[in-house]
């Protein structure tokens, strides 16, 4: 990646980390709040390398956390298996497709939605947790689908693709 690669990234970073803890809560319940985070680490397992990539999943998973609230390395641990299992599969599909990054946002949306769930069943006593994990999955599932779909409209995603 170049610098003026890294910088983008950077600015969609932390402006996804500010629209994500300061603006969203005030305007959009919480369980409605898109994982701004997970989109951009999909988009980053899909279009980049390992040898970046991972790091910065990771990097997007604490951040996740830190501004979360939830216990820190939770979602570290669970986008770092997703990149990592999202990566093992993009290179036999064609990662420029629109459909894929939504489908594959909403797959990793899940597969998060399931670690975290396991984890914390794991590591915590409070019967709460799980049912306050469960009544906010459905609509963060479709509000990341959306969010993602979005993203493939801005950023022009099939336009090398040839209409028949």
Not at 18 to 23: G, K, R
Not at 85 to 96: G, H, M, P, T, V
Not at 132 to 142: A, G, I, T
């Amino acid at each position: 990646m170049n610098r003026r690669g890294v910088l983008l990234l950077l600015c969609i970073v932390v402006a996804s980390i500010v629209i994500q803890v300061s603006l969203l809560p005030v305007f959009i319940r919480p369980s409605f709040k898109p994982d701004l985070l997970l989109v951009i680490m999909v988009f980053i397992a899909l279009r980049g390398s390992v040898e970046s990539g991972a790091p910065l999943a990771w990097i997007l998973g604490l951040l996740n956390d830190v501004c979360s609230g939830l216990f820190l390395g939770l979602n570290a641990a669970t986008y770092l298996i997703s990149f990592l299992i999202i990566k093992s599969i993009s290179d036999r599909l064609y990662a420029e497709s629109a459909f894929l990054f939504v489908l594959t946002v909403v797959g990793v949306t899940f597969v998060n939605f399931t670690l975290n769930l396991l984890l914390i069943a794991l590591f915590t006593t409070s019967p709460g947790v799980v049912y306050s994990m469960f009544s906010e999955f459905f609509p963060r599932l479709l509000v990341n689908a959306f969010v993602a779909s979005l993203v493939t409209a801005c950023l022009g995603f099939d336009e090398n693709v040839p209409s028949t």
